[in-house]
Every structure is written in structure tokens, then in C-alpha cells.
Antibody, heavy 121, light 112 residues
Framework: EVQLVESGGGLVQPGESLRLSCAAS????????MNWVRQAPGKGLEWVSA????????FYADSVKGRFTISRDTSKNTVYLQMNSLRADDTALYYC??????????????WGQGTLVTVSS | DIVMTQTPLSLSVTPGQPASISCKSS???????????LFWYLQKPGQSPQLLIY???SRFSGVPDRFSGSGSGTDFTLKISRVDTEDVGVYYC?????????FGPGTTVDIK
């Protein structure tokens, strides 16, 4: 059974940093691209970032490019999202999502339950 | 960026009756590999999104056959042949042909 468990969310002040983690199980982690998708309170879904199975390719939404960094550790079956220079409009529930086989981004089949990031002074 | 639009934005359905949601993209989602990268998700209240349909019309594992997807190019439709009470939630279409991946605004389905 595929499981994705996010952690690392919390309340931070504008300008601060946070690192999210997503622990994966139930599939061969290194084979699949992984994504982060966020949902602001009461709003729709916004794709944030993706990383290929090998980790050699990374992709970002313009809204986070230069501030967020996605990475993965195959030995820990974990994908990370390092978030720097956080802003109020980064406040959202952050989901980790796995891609369908053979794709580098998007095309998400399984999603975690999300971790909440709140940026406020 | 590819803009995804959905109509209607809300839908109230009697159980057992059909329902239909339209999704339109600002550019064709047909890739040179022959696949069309249009996906449908359902986010039930208080839950994370779940994949219903991938590549326009393929039902994901475990999805009831009352859900079906159709369309091509820029115009797509999700149909529920007989709505069940467990189908309530927000339905999103998503495109993955070009970065950034973009979602429609969502269609809220509730039961009359």
C-alpha cells in the first residue's frame, strides 16, 4: 500500500525558513517523480514543485522559484521541500504527491494528508 | 501558463441522477507522444485529493465505473452516471502537458 506522510509544517514569521519532509513507503521510491502541491485555506490546488526519480531534474512554480528547493534522499525514502524567505501568501496545506510511472512531474496518483504551513507575524 | 476553466462551479444532484462537469484548457493538451495529459481529481470534505481519471478517460485503480472521462484537445468532460452520496466534494481537472502544472478552480458537488 502506497503511503505518503508529510511533516515539518508549523507557524513561522515572514522571512523565516521551514523544511518539509515526506516519508514514502509501499513503492520503489527511486523510480517515481515526486511533487509538492499546496492549498491555501478555502482555496484550490496549486502545484509547487517536482523532482524526478533520479533527483537529476527539479521543477518549480514561478511563485516559489529561487526561494524553495526540492530534494530527495533515496536511502530514507523521503522527499524534502526547503522553504526560505517565506511570505504570508505561502500559507497553505502542503501535500506530497507521487507521479504516475514514467513521468517527471505532475500526473499525480497518490497524495499524502498534508502538513500545514502558516506564515504570520 | 495554461489556464484551466471548469463549469459549473457548483452542482447539486439528486442521488441516482447523472452529473457532468466541463473542463476547458487555454491550449491543447495533446502531446506529440499521442497522449493527452488531462486528469480529474476528487477532494472529499476534509480529505486529500484522489485521482479519478488520468489521460482523459482512463479510470484509476479502484474508481467506480460510474465515473467516466471524455474529450480531446482543449475540451473535456467528467460524467457520473448515477451520483452516490459518497461522491460529494470538489472536483478538479488538471493539466500536466506543460509546466507549470495547473488545476481548474474546482467544481463543488453536493447532494440535494
Amino acid at each position: 500500500e502506497v503511503q505518503l506522510v508529510e511533516s515539518g509544517g508549523g507557524l513561522v514569521q515572514p522571512g523565516e525558513s521551514l523544511r518539509l519532509s515526506c516519508a514514502a513507503s509501499g513503492f520503489t521510491f527511486s523510480t517515481y517523480a515526486m511533487n509538492w502541491v499546496r492549498q491555501a485555506p478555502g482555496k484550490g490546488l496549486e502545484w509547487v514543485s517536482a523532482i524526478t526519480g533520479s533527483g537529476g531534474g527539479t521543477f518549480y512554480a514561478d511563485s516559489v522559484k529561487g526561494r524553495f528547493t526540492i530534494s530527495r534522499d533515496t536511502s530514507k525514502n523521503t522527499v524534502y521541500l526547503q522553504m526560505n524567505s517565506l511570505r504570508a501568501d505561502d500559507t497553505a496545506l502542503y501535500y506530497c504527491a507521487k507521479s504516475l510511472p514514467g513521468y517527471s512531474y505532475g500526473k499525480n496518483d497518490y497524495w499524502g494528508q498534508g502538513t500545514l504551513v502558516t506564515v504570520s507575524s | 501558463d495554461i489556464v484551466m476553466t471548469q463549469t459549473p462551479l457548483s452542482l447539486s444532484v439528486t442521488p441516482g441522477q447523472p452529473a457532468s462537469i466541463s473542463c476547458k484548457s487555454s491550449q491543447s493538451l495533446l502531446h506529440t507522444d499521442g497522449k493527452t495529459y488531462l486528469f480529474w481529481y476528487l477532494q472529499k470534505p476534509g480529505q486529500s485529493p484522489q485521482l479519478l481519471i488520468y489521460e482523459v478517460s482512463s479510470r484509476f485503480s479502484g474508481v467506480p465505473d460510474r465515473f467516466s472521462g471524455s474529450g480531446s484537445g482543449t475540451d473535456f468532460t467528467l460524467k457520473i452516471s448515477r451520483v452516490d452520496t459518497e461522491d460529494v466534494g470538489v472536483y478538479y481537472c488538471m493539466q500536466s502537458i506543460h509546466l507549470p502544472v495547473t488545476f481548474g478552480p474546482g467544481t463543488t458537488v453536493d447532494i440535494k
